[in-house]
C-alpha cells in the first residue's frame, strides 16, 4: 500500500480563493456601512488580530460566493480521497476560516487568528510545525509563507511572481508543484473598464449634430477630447460599482464572470487605478471646458449615489438612469457651448428610463421563469407589470415629446428646410421601442438595451431609416 500522505495545509486568501477576504470587508464597510469604519479603525493600534476581529464583527463576508481556486480545492480533494488529511490556516480571524470550512466541508481543522495573535509569518509556522512535527505540505502564495515553506515537507505554490520564485530558490525550496494563476492582461482591464459600455457616450455627440457644428474642426476635436474623457470617468465608476457589488455580482448567473467578481483582478490593483482614473479624467475634463468639467462631476457623483444606494431602490433606480443618460446629453450641450434644451432633455430621459425598465422588466421575467430573484436591486419577479407599466408610459411620452418638437418649434430654429419627414421620426422610434418591449415582455431581452441594438440589425434598420429622414429634412 502507499504511505499515507503527509497532512495538507492550505493558506486562505490569494491561495485558496483568489481575494483577500481582509480586503473584501474594508471595501464592503466602505462602499455599505462606512459609519462602522471609525470604530473599526479604533481597533488598529490593539495589533493585526484585534483588527481583524473587528472587521469581521461589522462586516458580513459571503463565503460562499468567495472566488475559490478550483485547481486548489480539486489538488485538496484528491488529497484526501487517497488518505491525507486537509486543513485550513489563515491569517484571517478565526470566524472567517470557520465559515469558509463550513461552506467547503473539505477541512478536517480550521485554524485563524484568535483577536490576540496574528496568526502570519513566523507565528503561523511555529503553530503548524508544533501540531504536525512529523511533516506536512503547505500551499501558500506570498513572500510572508517563506518561514512556513522551511519547515514544509512539500512546497506548493499558487501564482507567485518572480521575486518570490527568486527567493525560494535562494533557499533551496524548489516548489514540489505550482498552481499558476492567470494574469488579466490588458483583455481582462478592458473588460473591467466596459470599455463596449463607452458606446453608450455617444450620446453626448447628439447636441454637435443637431447644432450642425459638426463641420467645424475646433468643436468636433474638443467634443471628442470630452467624449473621452467623460468615458474615461464612467470606466472609473465601473470598476467602483463592481467592487461595492462584488457579493451580487457573484451570485448572478453571469456578473460572476467579471474581472473583479471572479478574482483575475484583485482588489489591491483595482481600488487605486479606480481612484487615480477617476481623478484624472475629472481634472482633464475641468481643463477642457469648466461647464463641462462639472457636468462630469454630477454624472459621476449620481452615478457613484446610483451604485451604492439607489440600484436598489425599485422603480428610482431606473428614473436614476434615465438621469444619467440626460447627463450625458447636457455635457454634450455645455461643451459646444448651446443653451440647454430642454426638450432634447426631456425626451433623453424618457426614453432612457423606458429603456432602463425594459432591461429590469427582462431580468425580472427570466428571474421568475427560473424561480430564483434579482440579487442587490429590491425586485419581486412579480413586479413585471409595474415595470411595464412605467417603462411603456415613459416610451410612449418620449414619442410624443419628440412630436411636439418638431410641430411646435422645430421649424422656426431654421436648421430644418422641410419638416415633413420629421414626423415620420418619431413613427420609426415608437415601432422600435415597441419591439423592446416585446422583447423583454417575453424575457428575450438578455443585453442592455443600447447594447442590444449596437448588434441588432433590425435596430440598426431603424437607425439608417431615422438618419435619412433627418437628412432628406435638412436639404434645400
Given at each position: ?232 470617468a464612467a470606466s472609473a ?164 415629446v419628440m412630436v411636439l418638437?418638431m410641430a411646435l418649434e ?67
Amino acid at each position: 500500500m502507499a504511505p499515507r500522505p503527509v497532512p495538507l495545509v492550505i493558506d486562505l486568501d490569494d491561495t485558496l480563493v483568489r481575494t483577500d477576504t481582509l480586503l473584501e470587508q474594508l471595501v464592503q464597510l466602505a462602499f455599505h456601512a462606512p459609519g462602522r469604519l471609525p470604530a473599526v479603525l479604533a481597533a488598529l493600534p490593539k495589533g493585526r488580530a484585534a483588527f481583524k476581529r473587528k472587521v469581521a464583527e461589522a462586516s458580513e463576508l459571503d463565503v460562499a460566493t468567495l472566488p475559490y481556486d478550483e485547481a486548489v480545492v480539486a489538488f485538496a480533494k484528491a488529497r484526501k480521497t487517497s488518505g491525507g488529511s486537509v486543513h485550513l490556516v489563515t491569517a484571517q480571524d478565526q470566524s472567517i476560516a470557520d465559515g469558509v470550512a463550513a461552506h467547503l466541508g473539505l477541512f478536517d481543522s480550521a485554524h485563524g487568528s484568535d483577536g490576540r495573535s496574528n496568526l502570519k509569518g513566523r507565528n503561523k509556522a511555529a503553530a503548524i510545525a508544533e501540531r504536525f512535527s512529523d511533516g506536512f505540505a503547505y500551499i501558500g502564495d506570498a513572500h510572508a509563507d517563506l518561514a512556513v515553506w522551511r519547515q514544509a515537507s512539500e512546497v506548493l505554490v499558487v501564482g507567485g511572481g518572480p521575486g518570490l520564485r527568486r527567493s525560494l530558490a535562494r533557499e533551496g525550496l524548489g516548489p514540489h508543484q505550482t498552481f499558476e494563476r492567470p494574469k488579466p492582461g490588458l483583455r481582462g482591464w478592458i473588460r473591467a473598464l466596459r470599455i463596449h459600455q463607452w458606446s453608450k457616450n455617444v450620446i453626448l455627440l447628439v447636441p454637435l449634430f443637431l447644432s450642425q457644428q459638426f463641420l467645424n474642426p475646433a468643436m468636433l476635436l474638443r467634443t471628442a477630447a470630452a467624449l473621452l474623457l467623460f468615458s474615461l470617468a464612467a470606466s472609473a465608476t465601473y470598476v467602483l460599482n463592481d467592487l461595492s457589488d462584488l457579493a451580487a455580482d457573484r451570485a448572478h448567473p453571469t456578473k460572476w464572470r467579471r474581472p473583479l467578481a471572479s478574482g483575475l483582478i484583485h482588489l489591491r490593483a483595482a481600488l487605486p487605478g479606480a481612484l487615480v482614473l477617476l481623478l484624472a479624467a475629472l481634472a482633464g475634463a475641468l481643463f477642457l471646458h469648466p461647464a463641462f468639467g462639472l457636468v462630469t462631476v454630477a454624472y459621476v457623483v449620481v452615478t457613484l449615489l446610483y451604485s451604492f444606494r439607489l440600484k436598489a431602490q425599485p422603480l428610482i433606480d431606473l428614473m436614476t438612469i434615465g438621469g444619467l443618460f440626460t447627463l450625458r446629453v447636457v455635457a454634450g450641450m455645455v461643451v459646444v457651448d448651446t443653451p440647454i434644451s430642454l426638450w432634447l432633455a426631456t425626451f433623453t430621459f424618457m426614453l432612457f428610463t423606458s429603456l432602463a425598465a425594459a432591461k429590469r422588466n427582462g431580468e425580472l421575467v427570466r428571474a421568475q421563469a427560473q424561480n430564483r430573484v434579482v440579487a442587490g436591486r429590491g425586485y419581486l419577479a412579480a413586479d413585471t407589470p409595474i415595470t411595464t407599466s412605467l417603462g411603456l408610459a415613459t416610451g410612449v411620452t418620449a414619442v410624443l415629446v419628440m412630436v411636439l418638437y418638431m410641430a411646435l418649434e422645430a421649424e422656426m430654429t431654421g436648421l430644418y428646410h422641410h419638416v415633413e419627414p420629421l414626423f415620420l421620426i418619431p413613427a420609426v422610434l415608437g415601432a422600435w421601442i415597441l419591439r423592446i418591449w416585446l422583447l423583454a415582455h417575453r424575457g428575450d431581452l438578455e443585453d442592455d438595451p443600447v447594447v442590444f441594438a449596437i448588434k441588432d440589425r433590425v435596430s440598426w434598420g431603424h437607425a439608417v431609416v431615422v438618419v435619412l429622414l433627418w437628412s432628406i429634412s435638412k436639404v434645400g
